[in-house]
């Protein structure tokens, strides 16, 4: 009788947690799936910046020397109202890490999305999607995830706001986002074989759906981020306008490949100092996880994402004119100097001075994010004898993107459960 009731029990309770998870799934699917309600909000000219000014103003001849301006009486102050246009697979989650502490340090305000970690993407930005806006209110940063849509972001930041983004190698890209938003993409579960890459760049039309679902991490990503359409092909006159567009828009535009060089450049700017880029590299992969491109499939991942790779090449080009504009020894200085400083700052933070594989993290405030089935994505154990001078500094660096978020208050009840429902799928 007993043992009867025990059974009954753990059927009781097997069913709860069940249909606990069941109720918890459809929530998020509606939550994912409902279509996004955007409120017709008027329009309210943004105040100048909300910002606590910075007090230090930098010599541009001694300190800060700028590409706009010249001569020994030459300051500026350093600016705070800032779009950050966040790419995919780009590195930027380390970008982001320097964000949230340059505005930390200065007491400046996020727009940031609610509910998640990403204002809706794929759905184009809306300013209804900022949590805590209303017209008139004033942001000074905006980073998160979007596909970009300018006329609304415009209207949640100053009119002086600068506008900066990051690109990668297209090739490299798509490697990196098969790898990591591949199994989130239908049609790709009706590839064969081990070397589903391989497979699928030697006839991607054999696969590709358009209008599939998630169809869009797959091909021209970074141009699907900018607002683009990504399927068109490259000699599209709508590319080379999307491409005009974006320079326009963004004041720079930094390359993953030379990421000291980018960061030197948007110190230069923004007028910020050296100490305000200190970075460590953040949701990287292990690298047995990466799959190596032979010459013939960067050819073709190329070819696949052809407007990408237009879209690098032009802002290859203007990367370089910056560099030069900037100086190119001086260039090489700051860069050995950022280096060393970072070096520094691992032997200070990092226990054992490198990233670890996500199974030997200590904490579970530094597990990174990890994509469905794999737990490719490294990350740090902070040291315990970091001296009080330097402990608040190397735990804020060290800290995942989403674990950051959380602790500027931002609610990810969405992300969180989705967090829990792939756990349960990688069982």
């Known amino acids: 009788m007993v043992v009867k009731q025990g059974k009954q029990w753990r059927s009781v309770c097997k069913g709860l947690i069940l249909g606990t998870l069941l109720t918890s799934c459809m929530i ?3 939550c994912l799936s409902a279509p996004e309600v955007q409120f017709s909000l008027p329009d309210v000219p943004v105040p ?25 009486d030459q300051s500026c102050t350093p600016k705070v109202d800032i779009v950050f246009l966040k790419t995919h697979k780009t590195a930027s989650s380390t970008i982001l890490n320097i964000l949230f502490r340059f505005g930390e340090k200065h007491r400046l305000k996020f727009a940031f999305p609610s509910s998640r970690n990403d204002f809706f993407y794929p759905s184009p930005f809306h300013r209804s999607q ?7 209110v004033c942001f000074n940063i905006i980073c998160n995830h979007m596909r970009f849509n300018e006329v609304e972001v415009a209207k949640v930041l100053p009119g002086d706001t600068s506008y900066i983004t990051i690109l990668r190698d297209p090739a490299e890209l ?21 070397d589903k890459l391989g497979e699928f760049l030697r006839e991607p039309e ?33 590319v080379a306008e999307g491409i005009r567009a974006i320079a326009e828009r963004f004041e720079l535009v930094m390359l993953v490949e030379h990421f000291e060089e980018s960061l030197i450049l948007l110190k230069d700017a923004l007028c910020w100092d050296m100490e305000d880029l200190l970075f460590f590299k953040l949701n990287a992969r292990k690298g047995s996880t990466i ?31 910056k560099v030069e504009a900037y100086g190119t020894e001086r260039m090489a200085r700051d860069v050995a100097e950022l280096r060393r400083r970072n070096k520094e700052m691992a032997t200070i933070c990092i226990e054992g001075g490198h990233a670890v594989d996500a199974g030997s993290i200590h904490e579970t405030s530094m597990q990174p994010w990890q994509p469905i089935g794999e737990k490719s994505i490294m990350g740090y154990n902070l040291k315990n004898n970091v001296d009080k001078a ?24 969405i992300t969180k459960l989705w967090g829990h429902v792939r756990d349960i799928l990688n069982w």
């Open 390 to 413: 330097h402990r608040k500094l190397c735990r804020k660096m060290l800290t995942p993107e989403l674990q950051y978020l959380t602790d500027l208050g931002v609610n990810l009840w």
């Open 48 to 72: 100048y910046s909300c910002a606590h000014r910075p007090p230090s103003v930098h010599s541009k001849a001694a300190s800060h020397h700028s590409l706009r301006s010249s001569g020994p």
């Open 291 to 321: 799959s190596k491109l032979t010459p013939e499939l960067r050819a073709k991942a190329l070819e696949w994402n052809a407007v990408d790779w237009k879209l690098y090449q032009y802002f290859n080009a203007t990367f370089w004119k």
């Open 130 to 136: 900022v949590k805590d806006y209303g017209p008139g």
């Open 28 to 30: 998020l699917l509606y």
């Open 206 to 238: 054999l696969y590709y759906d358009s209008e599939g679902f998630n169809s869009f991490y797959l091909r021209n990503l970074l141009f699907f981020d900018f607002g683009q359409d990504n399927n068109l092909p490259a000699d599209d006159p709508r």
């Open 174 to 194: 798509f490697e990196s986002s098969f790898h990591y938003f591949g199994r989130l993409v239908p049609f790709t579960w009706k590839i064969s074989g081990e």
